[in-house]
């Protein structure tokens, strides 16, 4: 036990608690690990609003799921396994309905393009670079999802 650890209640006490019916000892346990949480949903997600919303609705599960909880084992662990799976599941759904826009500002005659659109690109590096992404994305899809969230927190 660390200095800054002294007097805090553990826990386990804070789960029976909110279990006995006192919300109050949630909100410690959210007020305790929100930051944790924060820092992983918004590695796998990518956006700081997506993981407001991801944390949130981590605790919200979290909460109706406590009965679930199997003491001895540690709640934080616990409630990371929930966390990982909303925002796995809410990077899976921003990443199908991702919007593509296009920027038109540099066709104006005094703009020269992106460097994205440079040239001489040839038929064979444009092949080239969509079979190396397409087999990038081929690799990542046949891993297991806390795998996947590896790669998307790198």
Known sequence: MNEGDKGRVPDDVL???????D????GELVERYKN?????AVGIVG?????LDVVQDSFIKAYYKLKEFRFGSNFYTWFSRLLVNQAI???R???RSAEVT???SWLSEDASPPDAFAYPRTPEDLARDRSLGDALQRAVD???DYQRAGVALT
């Open 23 to 26: 919300d109050g000892a949630f």
């Open 36 to 40: 944790r949480a924060f820092a992983v």
């Open 89 to 91: 599941d809410r990077w």
């Open 93 to 95: 759904k921003s990443a």
């Open 47 to 51: 956006d700081g609003d997506d993981a």
């Open 102 to 104: 296009f920027d038109e």
């Open 142 to 144: 046949s891993r297991p």
């Open 15 to 21: 789960i029976r608690t909110t279990l006995a019916g």
